[in-house]
């Protein structure tokens, strides 16, 4: 069940970044070019919101996440306890924040805009908040 569902989490990690590059690059030639908005940015949507509910089930049963005295000292603890599920979250609300702005513009390029917008700065947060290998964090590429 654990190892499942970190796998899945691992795995998934990589279909919400292309998704959200593609929402971002997409939404760009909206506002700029004109092109007519497509269905990238739900779909990117959607899947951070699946990565969510895989991480709530990790965050009750993983070892890494614990309250227990002096884990804030603890680098690996206190970024899976902390770090990690405050900037997804963050990401994630950005998501869907500028999602739901997008809908309600009236033309293409202002819905271009507004997801480029929220869309690139949950991208960052995410980049940012992924146990990258070199990151000394113990998880790997996949
Ligand atoms: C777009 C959002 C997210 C991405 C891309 C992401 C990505 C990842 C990755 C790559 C790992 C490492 C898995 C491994 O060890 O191989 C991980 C671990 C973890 N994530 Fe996320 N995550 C996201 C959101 C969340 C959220 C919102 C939560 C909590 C509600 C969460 C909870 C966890 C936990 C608890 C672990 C540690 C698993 C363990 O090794 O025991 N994640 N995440």
Redesign the pocket.
Known sequence: M?EG???A??G??WV??VLLILAVVGAYRSWKGGAAGSKMPLFAMI??HI??L??????F?????KFTEGFMKDPLLRF??IE??AM??L??ITITIGYSRAKSKPTDAARGRTVYMYYLIALLL?LL????PFRG????W?
């Open positions: 654990y569902l970190k796998h989490h691992s998934l990690r919400v970044l899947a951070a990565q969510l895989l991480g709530l089930g990790l965050y049963i993983s070892p890494y996440v899976y306890s990690h599920i997804m979250l990401a994630i995410v908040a992924i146990p990258w964090l113990g998880a790997g996949f």
